[in-house]
């Protein structure tokens, strides 16, 4: 059983195609990196997971996307739901202009939870499932802003599992970070993927070989190759996508 | 063939160079001067008849002696009247156009008539408003009647200043709090409003400045010529600043003396939206600080 399925997945930017034909499927508890040159349409479809897509004027999609066995573009279907099964992490960290506390709260409260205590144990339980709670544990009443880039992406990782999603998007949620950060957020991803499927896009190729089982590769739109990370690292099967590794082309 | 020399070139370079700054910084110093000279004059002229009777008492004689308290209630309220309309709606109205109506021909004409909104001269306001406010629904000349017309000269102002404000709110803040399942409004009220909400103090402060030097659009909606009483409801009429100011170098009984008087007059006015500039840029700081605490 797959946790994430596509199949035939076509999209569009008004009359410009962005993806085309993309079949793909995920396994629950994996993290799959998304590779490929700039343009190549791998934020885009990442994007699709939790309909992030839809806030764009003129876009359109074919094909299906299916998570849990569910096509998520279905008519009918409750994006706001969706949304809070597949939590996202952003480019560069972008807390809100809250405490750290209400950050993390933030999740819970939009989704109608009020109980205090419920909501106080699950902010401390997330912050120290990111290895946040010790820095930030004695400021909590603190803005969120006043946080380093890379505690605040942690924090931002907090917010999305705050409400309990099955899956999470990752956007290059390390090129804003310098390298001590960027390292403890791939140890989180790592020790994040017993319990969530992880898809992440990234431009750091050492960074897609050490964090994920498998990887798709993305060129002009097209899914050129999808297979474990170790073979598309050793020994792909498509030369382009052996060009791209070896920093040939990019 | 030989490069020039490079010393000369860079020289010329420089010179070039300090010709231009020189340029852009003695205009910005005229405008600069120009204000100041503004100020200063008005200064001159009036701070001589300002004191504690003048501000707080009613006019005598012909408008010659005495205080234009009248006219600063009257203008006070006027300022407040119109806020109180254009405000909420101007903010709400941005908020519909920024968040929620999508880019294509409805988003693009509203703007457009906002715009055009903003291009009408105030004399216009005057006439729409006196025979809309006054005639056909009857307020009569009233601190109402001349709230509402001032109130929909500052609606543009307001609209757009919102709509910059809301704009410049980066857009991941939108798609973290969607992305967590939060609905557009939950979005707008709890992420994107406190984060404009400095910058859309800014429009309240422009429309304030707006509204309360305007003539034209209370002429036939609300102002007096002479009432030495104070208004003591909205349908009262009731006399405000720029029109006092109008009224005393134009049609006063006796205009030589009353010209102490009319500068004096001219001198309160910019000290009051001094003053709700003032207040306003406190606000918009103490929210921006404010903002990032919650």
């Known amino acids: 059983m797959y946790k994430i399925e596509s199949k035939n997945v076509d999209f569009f930017y008004g009359p410009s195609q962005a993806l085309k034909n993309i079949n793909l499927a995920i396994k629950p508890n994996t993290v ?74 933030y999740g819970l409260r939009v989704n109608g939870i009020t109980d205090k205590k419920f909501i106080e144990e699950r902010v401390e339980e997330t912050i120290k499932q990111v290895v946040l709670w010790d820095e930030v544990k004695d400021k909590l009443k603190k803005s969120a802003f006043e946080l380093s880039g890379g505690q605040q992406q942690r924090l931002c990782i907090a917010r999305a599992l705050a409400i309990q999603p099955s899956i999470i998007l990752m ?26 499927t992880i898809v992440i896009v990234t431009h750091n190729m050492q960074q897609a070989g050490r964090v994920s089982d498998t990887t798709a590769f993305f060129y002009m739109g097209e899914l050129i190759e999808y297979d ?23 | ?21 020189w340029i852009f910084r003695l205009l910005s110093y005229f405008i600069v001067a120009i204000l100041f000279s503004i100020l200063s ?9 300002i004191n504690w009777n003048f501000i707080t008492q009613m006019p005598e004689e012909g408008m010659t002696k005495g205080g234009i308290f ?57 006439l729409f408003g006196m025979s809309l406010f006054v005639n056909k629904l009857g307020f009569g000349d009233s601190i109402l009647a001349g709230s509402l017309t001032l109130g929909l000269l500052a609606l543009p102002v307001v609209i757009r200043t919102t709509e910059e404000a809301l704009k410049a709110v980066d857009d ?27 910058n859309i103090i800014t429009g309240l402060i422009l429309s304030i400045g707006r509204v309360s030097g305007e003539t034209a659009p209370i002429l036939f909606t609300v102002a007096a010529y002479f009432l030495p009483k104070l208004p003591t409801s909205i349908f009262d009429q009731a006399m405000a600043l720029p029109y006092h100011l109008y009224v005393l170098s134009t049609s006063g009984t006796n205009i030589e003396a009353s010209r102490p008087v009319a500068y004096g007059t001219a001198l309160v006015l910019i000290i009051i939206v001094l003053i709700a500039n003032l207040l306003a840029n406190g606000l918009r700081k103490y929210f921006g600080k404010k903002v990032k605490m919650n």
């Not at chain 1, 700039?38 to 479809?45: E, H, L």
């Not at chain 2, 004059?41 to 008849?49: M, Q, R």
């Not at chain 2, 021909?105 to 001269?121: D, E, Y």
């Not at chain 2, 803040?173 to 967590?180: D, K, T, V």
């Open chain 1, 32 to 105: 799959t990196a998304l590779i490929g040159p700039s343009g190549c349409g791998k934020s885009t479809y990442l994007r699709l997971f939790n309909r992030m897509n839809d806030l764009i004027d003129n876009t359109k999609i074919a094909g299906q996307v299916i998570i849990d066995g569910d096509d998520i573009y279905a008519k009918g279907v409750n994006v706001d739901s969706l949304r809070k099964k597949v939590g996202m992490v952003f480019q560069k960290p972008n807390p809100f202009p809250k405490t750290i506390f209400e950050n993390v709260a």
């Open chain 1, 171 to 196: 956007d290059e949620p390390t090129s804003a970070l310098d390298p001590i950060s960027t390292s403890k957020v791939e140890e989180l991803i790592y020790e994040l993927k017993t319990k969530y």
């Open chain 1, 228 to 250: 474990t990370t170790k073979t598309i690292f050793t020994n792909p099967k498509v030369e382009r996508t052996q060009n791209y590794i070896t920093g040939r082309f990019g």
């Open chain 2, 1 to 21: 063939m030989k490069m020039p020399d490079e010393n000369k070139l860079a020289k010329r370079k420089k010179w070039n160079q300090s010709i231009a700054f």
């Open chain 2, 41 to 49: 004059f008005i200064i001159y002229k009036g701070v001589g008849v």
């Open chain 2, 70 to 126: 009248p006219a600063i209630i009257g203008t006070l309220c006027l300022v407040a009247g119109s806020m109180i309309f254009a405000f909420p709606i101007g903010v709400l109205a941005a908020i519909y156009m920024n968040e929620y109506v999508k880019d294509g021909i409805i988003k693009k004409s509203i703007k457009q008539m906002t715009n055009n909104l903003a291009g009408i001269p105030s004399i216009v306001f005057g």
């Open chain 2, 172 to 198: 991941t803040f939108r798609h973290a709090s969607l992305g967590l399942g939060a609905s557009k409004w939950q979005t707008t009220r709890n992420v994107v409003l406190p984060i404009a909400f400095p």
